[in-house]
């Protein structure tokens, strides 16, 4: 049975890690993917890997988009991962939580804001006049300028 299959199946969120071939200081290493059946992939959290001086050892930490920390720093990667799985269902939860507050207006809800009167700017009499004057101005100084280039 191939892996989509079998999580579709399960209906169950599946946790996956994509890990980089090379990285930069203060730049993750892995994204942690979480793919929920029918509905969303996303990055959920990236791992990145400190190296303190005092143990002389890396320290992993994993990091969800805002910048929380995820499970217990640890210098055993296996470890961290372990933690993530446990996870899995609140990473999903929280993705799916984001995916709600990022609902793009629906094509009616524009164009009622976009009739809605209350909203447009309305001018005074007294700035549509001015408006009016401005764009008679520039008409005339356009029709000016035409008749001097063609040499009348």
């Given amino acids: 049975m191939s892996e989509t299959n079998e999580t579709v199946i399960n209906n169950k969120p599946k946790i996956m890690f994509l890990e980089y071939g090379s990285w930069g200081k203060n730049q993750h290493l892995i994204s942690v993917l979480v793919r929920i059946p029918g509905v969303k992939q996303g990055v959920a959290a990236r791992i990145y890997r400190v190296y303190d001086p005092e143990k002389q050892v890396g320290i992993y930490t994993a990091k969800d988009g805002e910048g929380k920390i995820l499970g217990t720093p640890t210098e055993k990667l296996f470890e961290l991962k372990k933690e993530l799985k446990e996870l899995t269902p609140q990473l999903a939860e929280s993705l799916m939580q984001e995916k709600k507050s990022r609902t793009k207006e629906t094509p009616e809800e524009k164009l009622a804001e976009k009739d809605n009167p209350d909203l447009e700017e309305e001018l005074t ?10 764009v008679k101005n520039l008409r005339e100084e356009k029709t000016v300028s035409k008749g001097q280039d063609l040499g009348r």
């Fill in 125 to 134: 009499e007294e700035e549509t006049g001015k408006k009016k004057e401005e």
